[in-house]
T-cell receptor, first 111, second 115 residues
């Protein structure tokens, strides 16, 4: 079975600080990797995804993530966060027929 | 992006009654739909995966007879919580994908409160 581990449950940053959210997964086969974001009171929405090719993927709002196959990791990064990035972030893995989410990381950015 | 509509957005029901939640893909055909449950301050927990025209695949620990899933068409899946109890109170979210290697689109969720 596949699983996803997000290292931090809560992260608090000041505006302009850099962000890195850890995500590790376990799955023996080929995977597709996603980061989703849920802003307060809103639906989950896709931030970025990796299927194949360049392991460094860029998403919306200045976010990027790097797939490191040898480490089974797909960490999310942003060089300079804004107050509007306050949200919950979920890493997800799509292996064979199942989409599995990590427990989520709540990011609070203080102005 | 594609739209997934979930109905109702919230429902309150009495213990022992059944509640049906609908998940519709409005502008695409969903080959696979997922049902998740989200407890406060916790992640999305996958309950089951349903493919159109076949029986749903339930995750370990999820009672098939309690959470009935039907995926009768490429645009509609339903989750019925049977004989609901207060511990079933939660936020239920569906998602739909067109093909296995594309992104999932999420419904707005249903807040179920069993009293």
């Amino acid at each position: 079975a596949q699983s996803v581990s997000q290292h931090n449950h809560h992260v608090i940053l000041s505006e302009a600080a850099s962000l890195e959210l850890g995500c590790n997964y376990s799955y023996g086969g080929t995977v597709n990797l996603f980061w989703y974001v849920q802003y307060p009171g809103q639906h989950l929405q896709l931030l970025l995804k990796y299927f194949s090719g360049d392991p460094l993927v860029k998403g919306i709002k200045g976010f990027e993530a790097e797939f490191i196959k040898s480490k089974f990791s797909f960490n999310l990064r942003k060089p300079s966060v804004q107050w509007s990035d306050t949200a919950e972030y979920f890493c997800a893995v799509n292996g064979y027929s199942t989409l599995t989410f990590g427990k989520g990381t709540m990011l609070l950015v203080s102005p | 992006g594609a739209v997934v509509s979930q109905h109702p957005s919230w429902v309150i029901c009495k213990s022992g009654t059944s509640v049906k939640i609908e998940c519709r893909s409005l502008d695409f055909q969903a080959t696979t739909m997922f049902w998740y449950r989200q407890f406060p301050k916790q992640s999305l927990m996958l309950m089951a995966t349903s493919n159109e025209g076949s029986k749903a695949t339930y995750e370990q620990g999820v009672e098939k007879d309690k959470f009935l899933i039907n995926h009768a068409s490429l645009t509609l899946s339903t989750l019925t919580v049977t004989s609901a109890h207060p511990e079933d109170s939660s936020f239920y979210i569906c998602s739909a994908i067109q093909l296995m290697n594309t992104e999932a689109f999420f419904g707005q969720g249903t807040r179920l409160t069993v009293v």
